[in-house]
């Protein structure tokens, strides 16, 4: 069976992204990062959505970006947005370089396990306005990861995938809905806890997308 990477987070998006690549024939490998961030509710997630997939081969691979800070999503000392994401403006949640060296490591990973493919959960639509989840930047790590890598050289490239990317949050909750993604399990906050914050502006947009999508009793307790 051809086999992909990929980039399992824990959220609705990415779980959305790994349902999509087992439904186009792929035997999925997840990886997951520890990488500094607040919380490790997401990665308890990332671990059940890759079981009720039956996806066996799951890594979780550590690189702490927190250590030079630089977002909300890091460092505790600031305070996580609630106030929605304005036009041009990129949020405090950004993570510098973030989704670079995931993408880095994803393809190191592809390499060495003979994966063709590498699935990404970017969204340049409903989302926070981040530049590494636009389809250009997409488009220039595709050139990068053909000139890196030794099958690229060779004439096989590891195809970079975005399934989501210009899908709006309302159209990737129906796509996860169709590919029997477990929504309620699933953790999008950037908050920790037990239970989603309902408050900053990743629980604000899955509740808005799933209050559209007709799926109202997945939203976050009120």
Known sequence: MKKAVVLLSGGLDSATVAAQAIADGYGVIALSFRYGQRHSRELVAAKVIASHLGI?????????????GGSSLTDTQQTLPQDGVAPDVIPSTYVPGRNTVFISLALSLAEAQGAEAIYLGINAVDYSGY??????????????????????VE???????????????VDIVKRAVALKVPIPQTWS??????????KCDSCRIRDQALIEAGYPQWTSPS
């Not at 066996?56 to 030079?68: A, E, K, P, R």
């Not at 250009?136 to 690229?152: I, M, R």
């Not at 906050?189 to 309902?198: I, K, L, R, S, V």
């Open 56 to 68: 066996n081969q799951h890594f979780i691979v550590d690189v702490n970006l927190s250590q030079w």
């Open 155 to 169: 004439g096989t490239p590891i195809t970079l995938k975005a399934p989501l990317v210009m899908d709006s949050k």
């Open 131 to 152: 530049p590494d989840c636009r389809p250009e930047y997409l488009e220039a790590f595709q050139t990068l990861a053909n000139l890196s890598s030794k099958v690229g």
């Open 189 to 198: 906050c950037y908050a920790g806890g037990d239970t989603p914050c309902g």
